[in-house]
Nanobody, 127 residues
Framework: QVQLVESGGGLVQAGGSLRLSCAASGRTFSSYTMAWFRQAPGKEREFVSA????????YYTDTVKGRFTISRDNAKNTVYLQMNSLKPEDTAVYFCAAQSNPPYYSDYTQPTLYHYWGLGTQVTVSS
């Protein structure tokens, strides 16, 4: 069983930055692929970014490429999402997700891949 706790959300002006953190319980964090999803009011949950277990390959949705950076610290059981140049359309609840050892051919953008989810942290970007 893995528990995920997100933190770091808040209110920021457009163009500003935030760093989200997701702390995971458990002793096998390094074997989990970790991801960030977000959900805006009235919209479906959408993929933001993922970082694979093993080599730590990073994946991003096109709308955040060049602005967001995902990273992980296996010693601290934590995954981060550095968000720069924030835009009002980035406003959403951001969720951390985890899946143990998904096959290399997995579609990391699909929320159904992930078994564990955090409760989310609100990010609000004002214009």
């Amino acid at each position: 069983q893995v528990q995920l706790v997100e933190s770091g959300g808040g209110l920021v002006q457009a163009g500003g930055s935030l760093r989200l953190s997701c702390a995971a319980s458990g002793r096998t964090f390094s074997s989990y692929t970790m991801a960030w999803f977000r959900q805006a009011p009235g919209k479906e949950r959408e993929f933001v970014s993922a970082i694979s277990w093993g080599y730590g390959n990073a994946y991003y949705t096109d709308t955040v490429k060049g602005r967001f950076t995902i990273s992980r610290d296996n010693a601290k059981n934590t995954v981060y999402l550095q968000m720069n140049s924030l835009k009002p359309e980035d406003t959403a609840v951001y969720f951390c997700a985890a899946q143990s050892n998904p096959p290399y051919y997995s579609d990391y953008t699909q929320p159904t891949l992930y078994h564990y989810w955090g409760l989310g942290t609100q990010v609000t970007v004002s214009s």
